[in-house]
């Protein structure tokens, strides 16, 4: 698996640079979803999603948008016995099929369940059945409930890894390679009673929308209709705790790969 970062990622930051990569800071902190830490572990993704991977997936990465991180989607091989699933690399920052250009996108790093049918930039891929799941060890999200912006690691009991429902498209890369893009899709969370204290309290709460694994082959292969049925709040246990961002000590080059893994908390830190 390519673990490498690429170079989508035209945004300003607040240094005025031109990236994060140029000046080290993240213009993402306050967003949906734009950080999570992805399951890499070929063992992990097996045990918990039944999913083969190829190659070195290396470590797993502490993921922004505009790097890559794992996406699963359905085998096609010829071999009957092995696992229905498989691990590909994707950027997570969709782009769609009628875009020439990775750097178009802009926050297509999560995308509305509600509107995913028919917002332009994902209707095609959502017609067409180009659903993903993309496993998490955990999600990371804004909350303010001590007055000013805090990072929040989320997480589930045991350290079971999550499985967030996703969207994909291909797009062709400067130098001739076919990648995956990606997207995490969120709902509304104004009544969980866990997720609603996260975001700022002006705002809409929204959450990922995590899938139980009895309907992940539903989610891949199921209707449109079925798949949109799956798009709802999960009201399964989580857990989280403070965790702010490591510091960097200075911005990796943009094929370096280098990036900062945290910790996973401690089993007795939790609430």
């Known amino acids: 698996m390519l673990r490498s970062c690429l170079f989508i990622q035209y945004h300003h930051c607040p240094c005025e640079r031109f990236t994060w990569r140029a000046c080290g800071a993240w213009p993402y902190h306050l967003a949906m979803c734009s950080n999570f ?8 993704l097996l045990q918990y999603f039944n999913a083969s991977t190829e190659g070195d997936p290396g470590p797993p990465n502490d993921t922004y948008p505009g790097q890559f991180s794992p996406m699963l989607i359905r085998a096609t091989g010829p071999d009957p016995t092995a696992p229905p699933l498989k691990a590909v690399d994707a950027i997570f920052r969709f782009v769609p099929d009628f875009v020439a250009k ?11 369940g ?15 059945g180009r659903r ?9 999200e804004p909350n303010y409930e001590s007055g000013r912006y805090e990072r929040w690691r989320i997480w589930q009991p045991g350290f079971v890894p999550m499985g967030i429902a996703g969207i994909y498209d291909q797009v062709k890369h400067p ?23 996260f975001h700022k309290p002006e705002d809409e709460k929204r959450m990922v929308a995590v899938l139980a694994p009895q309907d992940y082959q539903r989610w891949l292969a199921g ?12 009201h399964g246990p989580l857990l989280g705790e403070h965790a702010p961002a490591p510091a960097r000590k200075k911005a990796p080059r943009a094929e370096s790969g280098k990036v900062v893994k945290p910790d996973l908390p401690e089993q007795d830190g939790l609430f």
Not at 102 to 112: D, I, K, M, P, Q
Not at 223 to 234: D, I, M, Q
Request: proline share 5%; glycine share 4%.
């Open 223 to 234: 209707t449109v209709e079925e798949a949109a049925a799956l798009l709802k709040p999960w």
């Open 175 to 197: 130098d001739g390679r076919v990648l995956y893009t990606m997207a995490m899709l969120t709902v509304n969370a104004d009544s969980h009673p866990f997720m609603k204290r």
């Open 102 to 112: 990775l750097e178009w996108a802009r926050n297509t790093f999560n995308a509305r």
């Open 37 to 44: 830490l992805g399951v890499t572990d070929p063992q992990r």
């Open 132 to 140: 993903c799941i993309i496993p998490v060890e955990c999600v990371y």
């Open 114 to 128: 509600e509107e995913v049918q028919r917002k332009r930039t994902y209707k095609g891929a959502w017609a067409s």
